[in-house]
């Protein structure tokens, strides 16, 4: 070797023992020169290292070029394989499987499809995954940081030193990867980047994290790959077969979080809420379980909409498998599960996304892009590929890997509109000069024509408060893809007009009647969700006007108002007893409240609302087609009472009457489409829900009339701020 060519060599030493070096896999480990094979590691600690075969036989001994631990030296090996140290110093001797030894996983379809931004299995490809490797158990690491001059996987394996295990770069994509040799389960990782101006970022958590540890740590855990064994084969098949449009979808809103504690306060594991939660929404008759976003956060008052880890199930409440078996309970019983997916933006959290290798990767540069001012977070770069595949990757994930109903995608309209929130200045347009997002419009199409193609059965719905057109329609006529959209403009006009009290009402009538021009625009779904009852907004009881009584009596008439119109429906938890507080996230609903009868009844009432509606083709299997929808009495607003008619082909129709004042009105005439006997299927001012126990004793007669737009007609006693659901009995 000439001098030169030893300086070089011993710079690279240097470079190695400082972490500086550029690609270690090209001078760390098992390489042959000039015919004879070098082995070279670096061991911090070490005093004497010895170099072994997997197979025990010795290979020789390595000398030390640097005090910092660089070790090296000529051995007797006939072809490049896996190798073991033997490290010694004052204080004892231990293993090492040197990690420069082993080949790459990734293979070069991986690079194809990564690089066009079409795999489809990320997942199962970037992240931490224990597997064998060469003959060797151990776990390989892969992450996405081109910009980035050394990425190393740090922990307490090797006292977060990230001198100790850089990765090897892929060139091609600007991967980096690793397999680490005996590290498995319950590992604890992150990666110490390097910018490219050479600045150490702070430690980063995977991006692809099955597991994280619970908070206030933030470290990533390489998760256990056994295969979760599913029980729910049947429930997935009838799945399948289903036209959501067509079929009864009733949601129970949750947070995990709060729906109920443990007596001291901490909170319910995943089997616990499968235990508890699971049977509690079944017998309510609900279809539907949302949770609130589950990926892990940092921060409970978040409630998980500014996540840091949205391949993980938060450890809040358990590891993945106990998530998987809260999933599998739910499908066991009958219940969907969905989830609150929130791919509009992230926290600039240290250890999150944010500048991840030094430099605005996932996010945008500017900040006129990359910045939300309302959430303080960092906004997704969505004409990236690379960005885009991760959030698709993710979207799949939770759909394959957890059995997922449904993802509930928040923050749409923040999506689509360039200038959302922001004032003339602080946005920048499109290539046309519009302020519509085409990088977001295409990325939400793709990813819900790949949920839709890849997981029969399955559905996506927006949270989308703007008139976007066709939102539910099909991405491949120009529509954003999603199966439904939350009816925003619903909920806000009927609780305006609710909030009134009577005496008002009447000049607020078409508060009540709006949202039926425009209901099969779009698949509705009617969410009272958790956003209306927070930020000093109070409960929907509290919304009610009047008296105690008063507030019971409306919010029912409201609910059955809502389960009677056109739309799928949505409660957020605690609602569907009349929580009285507004929720807040650190502490159980009150539960207690059921043992008073009111509450008591309003609980019984939404479970009867339920049956209703799955056991009722007439009120569900034309949600979203105007030929199940049809006015009967519209325009009443002296009385503030709406009839209207729910029908389907096939089965007996049902008649919706409501009455919000609180006058009784005895012999109140409404045309009907058949004449006979109409049964009394819902009162909500029954005894059985606590009302006055007024109504028609149980059946209302109709006669025929000649004359008339309508062929029938009926006096009907309308209790006071109440809604019935009439339906037809044929003889």
Request: one cysteine or more; hydrophobic letters at 40%.
């Amino acid at each position: 070797m000439t001098k030169e060519d030893w300086q070089a060599d011993a710079r690279e030493v240097e470079a190695i023992v400082a972490g500086r070096h550029h690609n270690p896999f090209a001078f760390l480990g098992l390489h042959e020169i000039n015919g004879q094979w070098v082995l070279r590691a670096f061991i911090p600690h070490a005093e004497m290292v010895s170099a072994y075969a997997l197979d025990g036989v010795a290979l020789g001994h390595l000398i030390p070029r640097h005090a910092g631990g660089f070790f090296e030296g000529k051995v007797s090996i006939e072809k490049r394989q896996p190798v073991r140290y033997r490290a010694k110093n004052a204080g004892g001797e231990w293993d090492v499987y040197d990690p420069y030894s082993f080949g790459p996983v990734l293979g070069p379809m991986d690079d194809y499809y990564i690089g066009e931004g079409n795999h489809l299995r990320l997942f199962d490809k970037l992240g931490a995954h224990e597997m064998e490797f060469e003959g060797i158990h151990g776990t390989h690491f892969a992450v996405w940081a081109p910009n980035a001059q050394r990425v190393s996987v740090v922990g307490l394996f090797n006292e977060w030193d990230g001198r100790r295990h850089p990765m090897r770069k892929r060139f091609e994509n600007g991967i980096w990867e690793v397999f680490i040799p005996v590290l498995g389960t319950g590992t604890l990782y992150k990666y110490e980047i390097v910018g490219p101006d050479g600045v150490v970022q702070p430690l980063k958590a995977d991006p692809f994290a099955r597991q994280s540890e619970l908070r206030p740590r933030t470290a990533s855990v390489v998760p256990d790959p056994t295969e979760f064994t599913w029980t729910d084969g049947k429930y997935i098949e009838e799945r399948a077969t289903r036209d959501w449009r067509r079929t009864p979808m009733s949601t129970y809103e949750v947070h995990l979080g709060s729906w109920r504690r443990r007596p001291d306060g901490g909170f319910l594991s995943y089997d616990q809420l499968a235990e508890q939660l699971v049977p509690y929404v079944a017998d309510m008759g609900y279809t539907h379980i949302e949770l609130l976003p589950i990926t892990e956060h940092p921060f409970d008052p978040s409630w998980g909409y500014q996540p840091t880890g949205l391949y993980a199930p938060t450890s809040r409440h358990g590891d993945p498998a106990a998530f998987a078996r809260f999933v599998n309970a739910a499908h066991e019983a009958g219940l969907g599960v969905i989830l609150d997916w929130v791919p509009a933006h992230f926290p600039t959290d240290a250890h999150g996304l944010a500048h991840f290798d030094g430099t605005a990767l996932y996010e945008h540069a500017d900040p006129r892009q990359g910045y939300h001012p309302d959430w303080n977070t960092a906004i997704y770069n969505f004409g990236r590929r690379e960005v885009v595949s991760f959030l698709v990757n993710n979207a799949l994930y939770w759909l394959e890997k957890f059995h997922i109903d449904g993802l509930r995608v928040d923050a749409v309209a923040s999506m689509l509109y360039l200038d959302y929130s922001r004032q003339q200045g602080q946005w920048v347009p499109n290539k046309f000069g519009g302020n519509q997002n085409l990088e977001a419009v295409e990325f939400l199409r793709r990813v819900n024509s790949e949920a839709y193609r890849l997981h029969p059965g399955t559905f996506m719905i927006a949270e989308e408060s703007t008139s976007w057109p066709g939102v539910s329609h099909p991405a491949h006529s120009g529509g954003l893809g999603f199966g439904f959209k939350w009816n925003m403009g619903f909920m806000n006009d009927t609780l305006r007009f609710m909030s009134r009290e009577p005496v008002h009402r009447k000049f607020h009538h078409n508060d009540m009647t709006f949202a039926a021009i425009y209901a099969f625009s779009e698949n509705f779904v009617l969410p009272l969700s958790h956003d209306e009852v927070v930020h000093g907004k109070g409960s929907l009881l509290a919304k009610m006007p009047g008296d105690d009584w008063q507030q019971f009596a409306n919010l029912r008439a409201y609910y059955a108002f809502m389960w009677g119109f056109p739309g799928k429906k949505l409660l957020f938890m605690g609602q569907e007893f009349a929580q009285r507080e507004e929720w807040a996230e650190a502490k159980s609903l009150d539960w207690y409240l059921l043992d008073a009868g009111m509450h008591e009844g309003m609980r019984r009432l939404i479970a009867d609302l339920n049956l209703a509606y799955r056991q009722l083709p007439a009120l569900h299997e034309r949600d979203c087609e105007p030929d199940g929808f049809e006015w009967v009495i519209g325009n009443d607003h002296a009385n503030s009472v709406f009839a209207w008619l729910r029908k389907t082909p096939g089965s007996d129709p049902v008649l919706v009457v409501s009455n919000f004042t609180p006058v009784p009105r005895a012999g109140y005439k409404i045309p009907m489409p058949i004449a006979g006997n109409w049964v009394e299927r819902i009162n909500t001012d029954a005894g059985w829900y606590s009302g006055s126990n007024t109504g028609n004793q149980g059946v209302v007669k109709a006669y025929a009339v000649e004359g008339q737009h309508w062929p029938a007609e009926a006096e009907v006693y309308l209790p006071p701020l109440s809604t019935l659901f009439l339906k037809f009995e044929p003889a």
